[in-house]
Nanobody, 121 residues
């Protein structure tokens, strides 16, 4: 499985961005998906996860209520809608996928290249 993240860019505080993750292969519907981010000088952290069917999601408190993850098995894709963005959301964002249920650690089998999100005025 190959993952390709896109949709990053420069946005003002309070703005919105939608990241996309496109997947290759025929196993997408069997994989849980997550978005992680890594800011300069910081460890990589989970920002959203969804189960293989797309019906169960999980978020850390830092983004809960602002970020929404979704998964479209018909299109081999996943998305991260980010609203009310803050400067501290600035980071490289990665999509990842794994067999089995979602994991809050970075124990994922497949990773895409990151896409940079910069929140600044």
């Amino acid at each position: 499985v190959q993952l390709q993240a896109s949709g990053g860019g420069l946005v003002q505080p309070g703005g919105s961005l939608r990241l996309s993750c496109a997947a290759s292969g025929r196993t997408w519907s069997r994989l849980a998906v997550a978005w992680f981010r890594q800011a300069p000088g910081k460890e990589r952290e989970l920002v959203a996860a969804v189960n293989r069917g797309g019906g169960i999601t999980d978020y850390p408190d830092s983004v809960k209520g602002r970020f929404t993850i979704s998964k479209d098995n018909g299109k081999n894709a996943a998305y991260l809608q980010m609203n009310s963005l803050k400067p501290e959301d600035t980071a490289v964002y990665y999509c990842a996928a794994r067999w089995g249920p979602p994991d809050t650690s970075d124990n994922y089998h497949y990773w895409g290249h990151g896409t940079l999100v910069t929140v600044s005025s």
